[in-house]
């Protein structure tokens, strides 16, 4: 049965599938800075669906400028690999 609970890592395995079916091999969020509370659940989120830290995006360093447009902002840039999180989330959501 899926709860409430269950909504975002169904999202997340469903985002991964099209990625998988594209031929992706990893996938990138942003968990932007918009206060230090909301940036702090947003990298315990992304971890808990199985992605990790890759590098801080800020506003000093001209290489994040490509970053900051795509996503709108600083923050944590975090990644996981699409086939291994598939497998992560593969049994949990498998009867639905």
């Known amino acids: 049965k899926l709860n409430l609970a269950d909504l975002g890592p169904l ?3 469903a985002m991964g599938k099209l990625a998988s079916d594209r031929g992706l091999k990893k996938v990138e969020f942003l968990a932007i800075f918009d206060s230090e509370l909301q940036h702090k659940n947003l990298v ?3 971890k808990f669906i199985g992605c990790r ?3 801080s995006v800020g506003e000093e360093l001209a290489e994040d400028v490509p970053l900051r447009l795509l996503y709108g902002g600083v ?3 975090m990644e996981t690999d699409v086939e291994e999180n598939l497998r992560r989330w593969a049994n949990r959501f498998r009867s639905i």
């Open 11 to 13: 999202m997340a395995y």
């Open 44 to 46: 315990r989120y992304y």
């Open 53 to 55: 830290k890759v590098r």
């Open 75 to 77: 923050g944590t840039l």
